[in-house]
């Protein structure tokens, strides 16, 4: 299934969760925010977000500074 991760196109499996998302990218316990379709989606529903075909989906990574 085709997907926009960060606008560039990319290929996951049927009924990818977000968490599979995540931790195929190597993101899991990292501090990330994730956006699909311009819709923040809580951490803690990740496991429950199934993605669908070509969903937009933008992560950020938390940087802190001071």
Known sequence: MN???NGEARQVPERCTAQQLVDELGLAGKRIAMEVNREIIPRSGYGE???QPEDSIEIVHAI???
Do not use: A, N, R, S
């Open 64 to 66: 802190g500074g001071g």
């Open 3 to 5: 997907i926009y991760l």
């Open 49 to 51: 977000h199934v993605l």
